[in-house]
Nanobody, 118 residues
Framework: QVQLVESGGGLVQAGGSLRLSCAAS????????MAWYRQAPGKQRELVAA???????YYADSLKGRFTISRDSAKNTVYLQMNSLKPEDTAVYYC????????????WGQGTQVTVSS
């Protein structure tokens, strides 16, 4: 099983930017679609963005134009560039394979905390 390690989170003021990285211990080239998810305190984990070769990346409606997902299969790494951050973006961010049913994913890395202050 591929192990995932997220990094790049931190404390940032509203309007600021962060770039998250997700390093996989094994090859992700065989994983068709990768995604970023987030979980805010007291809320369910939600899909943030997903990327798959040959089709446009997917973004949650509230994030379009602010977040950009990218993937470097040679480095087994997935990135999430986050701009114009808002306090409501505060959450723990996770990467994983894309699944239309988040509950079907049974392995998660430790995630990376993003805190946006107003």
């Amino acid at each position: 099983q591929v192990q995932l390690v997220e990094s790049g989170g931190g404390l940032v003021q509203a309007g600021g930017s962060l770039r998250l990285s997700c390093a996989a211990s094994g090859s992700i080239s065989s994983i068709n679609a990768m995604a970023w998810y987030r979980q805010a305190p007291g809320k369910q984990r939600e899909l943030v963005a997903a990327i798959s070769a040959g089709i446009p990346a997917y973004y949650a409606d509230s994030l379009k134009g602010r977040f950009t997902i990218s993937r470097d299969s040679a480095k087994n790494t997935v990135y999430l560039q986050m701009n114009s951050l808002k306090p409501e973006d505060t959450a723990v961010y996770y990467c994983n394979r894309y699944s239309p049913v988040i509950a079907a994913i049974n392995y998660w890395g430790q995630g990376t905390q993003v805190t946006v202050s107003s």
